[in-house]
């Protein structure tokens, strides 16, 4: 039996020729994972450079982190209250009124001395006047009344009151003025004979127009008031500073008492050319109203006056003082007065141009600061406290001179407001800022 035919070995293939090695299965094994592995390089690659571009891409285009304000309040300016001159001679009571929101709706009362009944002179001629004008108005400034026809009884007045050393004017027998240029005649030049004399054509006689007259004053609640004739000759016609503001108010109210009050000269048929007797007329503000003095130590003068406190809105004062030793003396002491109250409105410097409030800082180290674009003062009265309020931003531009905000103050019903600006230029970061600090960009 012949043995069967054993298969050709790996040195017969190679001898044959018969054998590929690119049929090798390690072979092919090999070239299938050098194929996986230039697929995860290039995955692996591609990745990368796609993650690095678009890290690149978001940093040079992420939005910036605000830069940091650092402010300091600015502290408000302090007040002092208005320091007022009142007279220091005798008494004086004073009203001002006109600017109700910054001194209220009932004004600023100023007192000086006590509030006892003093002589008030020719003053007596204000209540006289309000008294005639009470039983017989007229309808307004403009308005001449009824005609007064004087008598030789009134005539013979003029001698009267002339030999007592009291200020008169002429008054023809048979002479006629109109109600109004007669008060004008009792009031500008203080004629007492005219007082008199209207007194009794108001009401009939002396005693008649003295029972209206405390009448009129019981009724205006002045229990501080005693008058005993028309004229103020006597020392016994006395009130007192609180009774006299209350009746210069109320001559101040009426249109024909203040219109003749304000005048200072006027030429009427009988009296011929008259002239105030007060000098202060037209002198800082002043409008009126009367002028009185039985001598030396009894000057008064109940006064009107408006004033520019330079607020849009002028200032009322009314107000009256006794007992002056002079007339200059008391002129001067009013003037001074008024002076105190107009400078009762005063500027107050709030802050200067290019006054540092602040900072900006940024994360990529650049800074500038925060100024005051403008100096600011705001007008105010008195000691009026003043507050402070600032709103801040942050720049867009960062820009030299970029406004960011403002500072506004208040006092009362004013204020008064500056703008905020950059003081130096903020550049923005490099690119290799913005590529080294992601963190940052992130916040």
């Given at each position: 039996m012949s043995e069967p035919d054993e298969p050709p070995g790996l040195s017969d293939l190679f001898e044959s020729g018969s054998y590929d090695e690119s049929d090798s299965p390690a072979r092919s094994r090999r070239r299938r994972r050098a194929r996986g592995a230039l697929i995860t390089v290039a995955v692996v690659l591609l990745v990368v450079t796609a993650s690095v571009v678009g890290y690149v891409v978001w940093a040079l285009n992420a939005p910036l982190p605000a830069p940091v304000a650092s402010t300091r309040e600015l502290a408000a300016p302090a007040t002092e209250a208005a320091a007022f001159a009142l007279p220091s001679q005798g008494a004086t009571a004073v009203s001002v009124t006109g600017a109700a929101d910054y001194l209220g709706a009932d004004g600023l009362h100023l007192v000086a001395g006590d509030d006892e009944p003093r002589s008030i002179a020719s003053i007596s001629k204000i209540i006289t006047a309000l008294v005639i004008l009470d039983a017989h108005p007229l309808a307004n400034a403009d308005d001449p009344g009824p005609t007064i026809t004087f008598s030789?009884?009134?005539?013979?007045?003029?001698?009267?009151?002339?030999?007592?050393?009291?200020?008169?004017?002429?008054?023809?027998?048979?002479?006629?003025?109109?109600?109004?240029?007669?008060?004008?005649?009792?009031?500008?030049?203080?004629?007492?004979?005219?007082?008199?004399?209207?007194?009794?054509?108001?009401?009939?006689?002396?005693?008649?127009?003295?029972?209206?007259?405390?009448?009129?004053?019981?009724?205006?609640?002045?229990?501080?008031?005693?008058?005993?004739?028309?004229?103020?000759?006597?020392?016994?016609?006395?009130?007192?500073?609180?009774?006299?503001?209350?009746?210069?108010?109320?001559?101040?109210?009426?249109?024909?008492?203040?219109?003749?009050?304000?005048?200072?000269?006027?030429?009427?048929?009988?009296?011929?050319?008259?002239?105030?007797?007060?000098m202060l007329l037209g002198q800082d503000g002043v409008t009126g109203l009367k002028t009185g003095n039985l001598g030396e130590g009894t000057f008064s003068l109940m006064f009107t006056a408006t004033l520019d406190g330079g607020i849009g809105t002028p200032l009322s004062v009314t107000g009256v003082t006794l007992s002056g030793q002079s007339r200059e003396s008391q002129d001067a002491a009013v003037l001074r007065l008024l002076d105190s109250i107009r400078g009762g409105f005063h500027d107050v410097r709030l802050v200067d141009e290019n006054t540092v409030v602040g900072s900006y800082t940024t994360v990529w180290g650049e800074s500038a600061q925060l100024v005051v674009a403008e100096s600011a003062t705001i007008r105010t009265w008195s000691n009026t406290p003043i507050t402070v309020s600032t709103t801040v931003g942050n720049p867009t531009q960062y820009r030299d001179g970029e406004s960011v905000g403002t500072i506004t103050w208040t006092a009362g019903p004013a204020t008064a407001t500056a703008d905020l600006r950059v003081r130096g230029t903020i550049a923005p970061p490099t690119d290799w800022w913005r590529l080294t600090h992601p963190a940052a960009l992130l916040g």
């Open positions: 030789k009884a009134d005539h013979d007045l003029y001698d009267a009151y002339y030999v007592q050393d009291a200020a008169v004017a002429t008054m023809p027998t048979g002479s006629t003025l109109s109600l109004h240029d007669a008060l004008a005649a009792m009031l500008i030049p203080s004629a007492s004979n005219y007082a008199d004399a209207l007194a009794t054509w108001a009401y009939g006689s002396r005693d008649a127009f003295l029972s209206a007259t405390r009448d009129y004053l019981s009724r205006e609640g002045l229990t501080g008031t005693t008058i005993v004739e028309p004229t103020g000759i006597s020392a016994r016609n006395v009130s007192t500073p609180t009774d006299l503001l209350h009746l210069a108010q109320l001559a101040a109210a009426n249109p024909t008492i203040a219109r003749i009050g304000a005048t200072t000269d006027l030429t009427l048929p009988g009296p011929g050319h008259i002239t105030n007797t007060n």
